[in-house]
């Protein structure tokens, strides 16, 4: 059995409960350096009040670019490129639309795919040229009929 000033296991103590809760101490003083200073709505505890003099958190540091200004950045700069035989400066947004063009050309399918993507969000759908093919004729179906059988 334990002793008068044991607490037997599995049992709060009522005193460090009340410790905890701040029960018993006063309310009347409100200065931080007593020793009853309640903590609560508007009185932070002191030991993680902000210290005078020293700035807020570390925070975005100064002349940081976020990923908006990189990627202008990345493909407004201009680069020097020979084309045709002439050293011209275009921006990496020229140059990487003249390789997409160039790869749509040649029959890529995605880079066709992607361009018609990229032409219809910057022109809008009434600048997008409908391509009309012509209906196959019965020669050309019969060639078709041969090759799937």
Excluded: W
């Excluded at 020793?35 to 925070?59: I, L, W």
């Amino acid at each position: 059995m334990p002793g008068k000033d044991q607490v037997p296991p599995g049992i709060v103590d009522t005193s460090v409960l009340a410790d905890l809760l701040g029960e018993g101490r006063s309310t009347d003083s409100s200065s931080p350096d007593s020793a009853t200073y309640e903590v609560g709505y508007g009185k932070p505890p002191v030991h993680s009040r902000f210290v005078a003099g020293q700035r807020g958190g570390p925070g975005r540091p100064r002349g940081a670019k976020n990923r908006a200004t990189l990627f202008r950045e990345a493909f407004d700069t201009p680069r020097p490129v020979t084309i045709a035989g002439k050293r011209q400066r275009l921006t990496n947004q020229d140059i990487a639309y003249r390789q997409l063009a160039t790869e749509a050309t040649k029959g890529n399918l995605r880079a066709i795919a992607l361009a018609e993507q990229i032409r219809s969000a910057v022109c809008g759908s009434d600048q997008v040229v409908e391509t009309v093919v012509p209906p196959l004729t019965d020669a050309e179906l019969a060639i078709l009929r041969r090759r799937g059988e």
